[in-house]
């Protein structure tokens, strides 16, 4: 009969050893202080081991979504609350990377909601109040700590004594936070047939003496209860519902008393198997991969006793001269070196690329991540895009237990917010990761979007779009298009204007000779058109103004077609006559009158142009080679 490692007897053969009494096993931790402590270490020691959990977290962190308890229906206004709260008081993404971090070293997470409060004094006698730091910093009420009580001088009643202390909880939600506690300042009272647990904070020693000092950045933030169990040299236990506690459960048959194990335990030993090749790897580097170099003095020709160095040659003075040299040499690289005699040198070791266990490092690595659960191929960005969505779900589905604790922390994050700030009850949730979802899934999605099957929200989210941003985003550009589009038709206008005011002159220089009288009236019958509305006087209304006064004076004639066909043929065949910029001031003009008339015509504008690109190139080909184009 023998001993296992954890001191149970197990039955073994005599002739071989017991294989799980290895190395590992004699430093593996024996209480929940001492497994603390090295997974802890670990996580600090082993840089892949942390970026492995590190990345695990990561990967499920994702938005946090605002969601309604039951029936109870909770206002846009309400949770867009929530969401600016957590995320930009609280930082919720970063608490949650932290609360994770935590939760995979030390298999337990003890997290509350701290909430910020101020400290004022008041004079017992007449009942004047004033802040604490302003007493303390005002010579004339000469503050003291004493006993745990705050001494001063009232400026008003010149009352000396201690004085009263209230706290009121402060207005300003900016310094609320997430208090992380040390799991090495943690007690727990854990009650075995129930589970329930009761948890109780070491303080600290070096706190306990800030607070017997009555140093103010202390005093101004510590509850009273804190500071009356420092009083009484006692430890302080935690209300219910104050701590939130993160564990990774163990095994039924482990009397834990309410503590989560980490599973850095559970690989503890490929870490001590990973920490020993780094150790040796080490002491490769350190001694194996620059050479020692070696100068000796050569042998010479005769006997071999006449030819050996060590009997002819004073050896310290050799040295002497040889170091003398290499001094000289690295303060001068271009100095001549002389010698009376012949040296040999020679390279020792530098030998460690051969030494150093490259396999065997490459090999515990992998398996420490396989134990993890974090498969190698992510790890080290290999994973193929075929292989990349099975691959990840799995791996979602062995880290399913940490999203779920994720979530439970939100709820109970968000239900401590609604107690303190009086907001409606929500619940929270991170939003479902999306790494592994394909390039079908999201397409499915939006086609189920453009039928209206799905929202737009849900439909646009498959893409990592927000349907309300993108709104905003479309009306603001229709917004600049038409601020833009007015802008370039107004100056259109003034050139046009511009340019009929030029022509005007000209135009009206002859009116005389085409019948009007001694009084400069027009000529019955016979002198200039009536000018149009808008227009200079001696211009033709455009065909766009044509369009549109006959439209306007037969408004109920029917219109085929073909009626609209011709009139969009004449219209585009008269406007490009016309300059570049008046063609386009009457286009937009037919834009905001008749929309489908425009599109008439600038089609037809389009088509005329083509041919007359096509026409233009037959004409060059005829001229290059002949008659017609070379035969295809």
Known sequence: MGYNSLGRGVQADERFPDPFCDVASLSMPESIQTALRWSEYIMNANGPYRQAIDRVVSYFITDVEIQDIGENKTGREEKEKYETFLSETLSIKNVLKTVGMDYMTYGNSFTSLIVPFRRYLFCPKCGIEMPLDRVVNSAACAFSWQNFQFHATCPGCKYVGPWKHIDRRSGDTGHMAVKRWSPHEIDILWDPYTGECSYVWKIPEDYRTLIKQGHLHHLERASWEVIQAIKDGKNLMFDKGVIFHLKEDALAGMRNRGWGISRILANFRQAWYYQILQRYNEA???????????????????????????????????????????????TDPARWNVLPFPVNYQALG?????????????????????????????????????????????????????????????????????????????????????????LNRQMAKLQLMQGQQISKSTGLASVGLDYKDEIKQMLEEEKIYAEEQERMQAEMQQAQQMKDMSQAPDMMSGVGDTGAGATGAPAQGGGQPA??????????????????????????????????????????????????????????????????????????????????????????????????????
Not at 398 to 415: A, G, I, Q, R, T
Not at 576 to 599: C, F, G, N, W, Y
């Open 284 to 330: 490769v580097a350190l001694d194996y991969v620059i050479p020692f170099r070696v100068i000796t003095p050569a042998p010479r020709g005769g006997d071999g006793q006449s030819s050996d160095p060590v009997h002819t040659i004073n050896l310290s003075s050799f040295s002497a001269r040889v170091n003398a040299m290499i001094r000289a040499r690295r």
């Open 350 to 438: 530098g030998d460690a690329t051969q030494l150093a266990p490259r396999d065997l490092l490459e090999q515990g690595l992998d398996t420490l991540l396989k134990c993890i659960g974090m498969p190698v191929e992510l790890f080290n960005g290999t994973l193929t895009l075929q292989a990349a969505p099975a691959a990840l779900r799995l791996f979602e589905a062995n880290w399913s237990h940490l999203p779920h604790n994720m979530n439970l922390f939100l709820n109970e994050l968000v239900s401590s917010l609604s107690r303190v700030m009086s907001w409606e009850p929500v619940s929270a949730k991170l939003v479902r990761v999306t790494h592994a979802d394909d």
């Open 531 to 632: 000018a149009p509305a808008g227009g200079m006087p001696g211009q033709m209304p455009s065909p766009v103004d044509q369009f549109l006064a006959q439209r306007q004076n037969s408004p109920n004639v029917p219109r085929t077609p073909e009626d609209l066909q011709q009139q969009a043929q004449l219209i585009a065949n008269q406007l490009l006559s016309m300059p570049e910029s008046v063609k386009d001031s009457e286009l937009i003009k037919l834009k905001r009158s008749d929309s489908t008339m425009h599109a008439l015509v600038t089609s037809i504008i389009d088509d005329i142009r083509q041919q007359a690109r096509s026409q233009g190139g037959a004409m060059v080909m005829a001229q290059q080679y002949g008659q017609g184009a070379p035969a295809q």
